[in-house]
T-cell receptor, first 109, second 114 residues
């Protein structure tokens, strides 16, 4: 079966750095997406990785290792507004997104 | 309209009733999707459409139907609602259904079936 695993909840301090991990087992791989979802709102796109390595976009970076079936999202200089759920999704061989359950990130002052 | 709109925002429905959730996008995207989101579970794909006139089944299609008569609209119908269909429903769209195709989401419809 297809499976995306990520921690249920993480807590971090304002101004700090946090790494949210995602491991996956899917039928085929056509890229990995990270989305942010604030409570009661729709998911919004953060990043896309299809090749191994690190993609940096401002305070957010995303890393992919296809051989290990592993990705992480790195958030730097945390702000209170970063409190949200972070969703990992893999595009499978049918070009459909398989979603993890999401990681709820709580930022404390 | 800017982006994707969904209607209604929320709905309470008696079991056995028929319900259509509406989704409209103005970005001229070819691909559209319907997901449900339940607590503790990831988004699950119900149905999708890669282009107007075509539809396909996702992971959890039973009890739902869709149509794609034109590019902009992608309604989801529950023929006879059951309590297990209580969920938050998101419509999404992307330029294509292929690689690097970021999906844009509507605000969601919160549906409760009693």
């Amino acid at each position: 079966g297809q499976n995306i695993d990520q921690p249920t909840e993480m807590t971090a301090t304002e101004g700090a750095i946090v790494q949210i991990n995602c491991t996956y087992q899917t039928s085929g791989f056509n890229g990995l997406f990270w989305y942010q979802q604030h409570a009661g709102e729709a998911p919004t796109f953060l990043s896309y990785n299809v090749l191994d390595g690190l993609e940096e976009k401002g305070r957010f970076s995303s890393f992919l290792s296809r051989s290990k079936g592993y990705s992480y999202l790195l958030l730097k200089e945390l702000q209170m507004k970063d409190s949200a759920s972070y969703l990992c999704a893999v595009m499978d061989s049918n070009y459909q997104l398989i979603w993890g359950a999401g990681t709820k990130l709580i930022i404390k002052p | 309209i800017a982006g994707i709109t969904q209607a209604p925002t929320s709905q309470i429905l008696a079991a056995g009733r028929r319900m259509t959730l509406r989704c409209t996008q103005d970005m001229r995207h070819n691909a559209m999707y319907w997901y449900r989101q339940d607590l503790g579970l990831g988004l699950r794909l119900i149905h999708y459409s890669n282009t107007a006139g075509t539809t396909g089944k996702g992971e959890v299609p039973d009890g739902y139907s869709v149509s794609r008569a034109n590019t902009d609209d992608f309604p989801l119908t529950l023929a006879s609602a059951v309590p297990s269909q209580t969920s938050v429903y998101f419509c999404a769209s992307s330029t294509t259904g292929g690689l690097e195709s970021e999906q844009f989401f509507g605000p969601g419809t919160r549906l409760t079936v009693l």
